[in-house]
């Protein structure tokens, strides 16, 4: 069955960095557009970015040039570089998954906590 697992959460100070990553296991990783998102507390879960089976990526207004997303088929895995965090970063950050071309399924993570404080 699929499967994402997100790693590398933690805690950071503000100007800080964290690299975010998900792992997918049970299917072919390259008929996925990936993606990550995130929700902090009380509020709604929003895109942060998403890239394309060809490697394509997208963001979210502010996002874009503080975080970048990647991809490695190699390894089935989706990064997330966070550069210059600030304490509106925090919040639970998951990873997403979308079968493309067959199923449409979508798969989501459990979950990775990013807190920016100081």
Same mark, same amino acid.
């Given at each position: 069955? !699929?499967?994402? !697992?997100?790693?590398?959460?933690? @805690?950071?100070?503000?100007?800080? $960095?964290?690299? @975010?990553?998900?792992?997918? $296991?049970?299917? &072919? =990783?390259?008929?996925?557009?990936m993606g990550w998102? &995130?929700?902090?507390?009380?509020? /709604?879960?929003?895109?942060?970015?998403?890239?394309? &089976?060809?490697?394509?990526?997208?963001?979210?207004? /502010?996002?874009?040039?503080? =975080?970048?997303?990647?991809?490695?088929?190699?390894?089935?895995?989706?990064?997330?570089?966070?550069?210059?965090?600030?304490?509106?970063?925090?919040?639970?950050?998951?990873?997403?998954?979308? &079968? !493309? +071309?067959?199923?449409?399924?979508?798969?989501?993570?459990? +979950?990775?906590?990013?807190?920016?404080? /100081?």
């Open positions: 069955q !699929v499967q994402l !697992v997100e790693s590398g959460g933690g @805690l950071v100070q503000p100007g800080g $960095s964290l690299r @975010l990553s998900c792992k997918l $296991s049970g299917d &072919r =990783f390259s008929d996925y557009k998102y &995130r929700q902090a507390p009380g509020k /709604s879960r929003d895109l942060v970015a998403t890239i394309t &089976r060809s490697g394509s990526p997208n963001y979210a207004d /502010s996002m874009e040039g503080r =975080f970048t997303i990647s991809r490695d088929d190699t390894e089935n895995t989706v990064a997330l570089q966070m550069n210059n965090l600030n304490a509106e970063d925090t919040a639970v950050y998951y990873c997403y998954g979308m &079968r !493309v +071309g067959w199923s449409w399924q979508e798969y989501w993570g459990q +979950g990775t906590q990013v807190t920016v404080s /100081s």
